[in-house]
């Protein structure tokens, strides 16, 4: 499985970790220097959660990010998660009527 929020859509990126050495000109050395560079990955804080959606009566499990979790917080589990497709309107239930009654025949 893919390291990817479901709600956001971070997922893990690529970076460069600089390896310096020497005093900076603005503390009285020569300048620092770049003495190695090494790709590095920075992956997102994802955690499984159990959310409770009070509009539809159940449990959503999701794969997110901190920053889905405070969004979560902040604007609601139904609206967010409906936004992302993790879940579906409430269908509409039949209508409760008067039964029609049978046609008489003549």
């Known amino acids: 499985m893919t390291r990817v929020c479901t709600v956001t859509g971070r997922r893990t990126r690529v970076g460069n970790r600089i ?4 005093l900076a000109k603005h ?5 620092l220097k770049t003495t190695g560079i090494t ?3 920075f992956k997102p804080n994802l ?4 959310i409770w959606v009070p509009e539809l009566g159940r449990f959503v499990r999701a794969r997110l990010s901190a920053a889905a ?4 917080a902040k604007r609601g589990a139904y609206r967010v998660l ?3 497709g993790l879940v579906k309107p409430p269908k509409a239930g039949k209508k409760k ?3 029609k009654a049978p046609a008489a025949e003549n």
Not at 19 to 22: D, E, T
Not at 69 to 72: A, C, L, P
């Open 97 to 99: 009527g008067k039964k």
């Open 82 to 84: 409906l936004d992302a």
């Open 47 to 50: 955690q499984w959660k159990r």
């Open 27 to 31: 503390r009285g050395g020569v300048g």
């Open 39 to 41: 790709r590095r990955r």
């Open 19 to 22: 390896a310096r050495r020497g």
């Open 69 to 72: 979790i405070r969004t979560i």
